[in-house]
């Protein structure tokens, strides 16, 4: 059975830095992408970042660029994204997702297989 577990959010101020986890299990997942989604309140769901696991291939949404990096260890099967110069308007519930099914839609939610069940990240001003 797939799990994605995410931990690592939390409450920071504007200017700071937070650093997400996503712990994979239940199958190997050197073919698949991982990405990072996010929701805010009253919003619809919006990609983040994502990345080839076997070779760490990167892809990010225009508004976290620079900021934010996605990365993946082998070894611990987990997969981070390293969060700098929060803003406010980055306040949302995190979700971790994996596919298979290739990098040719990896910026829509639908195109996942596997959810984690999220975590908070809050930045105040």
């Known amino acids: 059975q797939v799990q994605l577990v995410e931990s690592g959010g939390g409450l920071v101020q504007a200017g700071g830095s937070l650093r997400l986890s996503c712990a994979a299990s239940?199958?190997?997942?050197?073919?698949?992408?991982m990405g990072w989604f996010r929701q805010a309140p009253g919003k619809e769901r919006e990609f983040v970042a994502a990345?080839?696991?076997?070779?760490?291939?990167?892809y990010y949404a225009d508004s976290v660029k620079g900021r934010f990096t996605i990365s993946r260890d082998n070894a611990k099967n987990t997969v981070y994204m390293q969060m700098n110069s929060l803003k406010p308007e980055d306040t949302a519930v995190y979700y971790c997702?994996?596919?298979?099914?290739?990098?040719?839609?990896?910026?829509?939610?639908?195109?996942?297989?596997?959810w984690g069940q999220g975590t908070q990240v809050t930045v105040s001003s």
């Open positions: 997702a994996a596919t298979g099914r290739g990098p040719y839609y990896l910026r829509t939610d639908w195109y996942y297989d596997y």
């Open positions: 990345i080839r696991w076997s070779i760490g291939s990167t």
């Open positions: 239940g199958r190997s997942f050197g073919s698949y992408y």
